[in-house]
DNA sequence: GGCCAGGTGTAAA
DNA sequence: TTTACACATGGC
């Protein structure tokens, strides 16, 4: 494997995931729940993380105004399936408050912020600020997470940050356009590429397969 | 019964 | 600037 399109292209010809589940991978992008979700997730199955927002959808607080004003308590016993609830909870809440603070609305958080705004936030690290303008936002940005690094590694090829696996990650795809538009049989936006890429990587991951299953 | 999951923040060294 | 540890549940 030489450019990080020649993994794109070999995870989808593995066939890992139906077309319905590629296209949305992460259930409900462009929806402010995906913001939930990106805490939630973190060091956390996906299912579990189903089981807290369902939690939330059946007392009608999945959405930001509720979330922003809610008792971390109760918040927390709702999130409980997810695991570290006090703490998911207690940064949710905070993160809702300072969204309405700064951006006012969802729809004005997803064109106006930044990764950088993201990153000041408690509880947002690199691969959730990532998931969140991805997965939330549209925008063209990559998730880097554990199954990337491992994959990579496996490949042999070693970085020293997040920032430096993303830019391999993007530019491999960006060099590449050509070949993405043949693989995908037509033009698809940047966001919905990299979404799809961090989602082909992550099933390939809970998979367990080896690569040598890829080549 | 130990290990792991779609991480992050903080405190020591 | 690295490393260790806390945060926590539930499925295998």
Redesign the pocket.
């Known amino acids: 494997m030489n450019s990080s399109f020649e993994l794109l292209e070999a995870l989808k010809n593995a066939n890992l995931l139906q077309d319905s589940t590629d296209i949305n ?3 409900n992008s462009g929806s402010f729940e ?1 913001i939930v ?3 939630l ?9 189903e ?1 807290s927002l369902k939690n939330l959808k059946e007392n009608n607080i999945l959405n930001l105004e509720k979330l922003a004003t809610i008792d971390t308590k109760i918040l ?1 016993i709702l999130i ?10 207690k ?1 949710l809440s905070t993160l809702c408050r300072k969204i309405i603070e700064e951006f006012g609305d969802f729809e004005n958080f997803q064109i106006s912020v930044t990764r950088e705004w993201l ?1 000041a ?11 969140i303008l991805c ?1 939330a936002c549209k925008r063209e940005a990559l ?1 880097v ?3 990337t690094n491992k994959i990579l590694k496996e490949f042999g090829y070693e970085f ?1 940050s ?1 920032e430096e696996i993303q830019q391999w990650m993007m530019q491999g795809i960006l060099e590449n356009m050509d070949r993405v538009d043949k693989l995908y049989e037509g033009k698809l936006n940047l966001s919905t590429i990299y979404s799809r890429f ?2 082909k990587i ?1 099933e390939f ?2 998979s367990k397969k080896d690569i040598k299953d890829l080549f």
Do not use: C, M
């Open positions: 991978w992460w259930s995906v979700g990106a805490i997730t973190q060091q956390t199955k996906w299912e579990k993380v089981k927390a409980k399936p997810s695991g570290f609830y006090n703490t998911k909870a940064r990153l936030q408690k509880g947002v690290g690199q691969e959730s600020a990532d998931a997965y998730v997470d554990n199954y020293d997040y961090h989602g992550v991951g809970k």
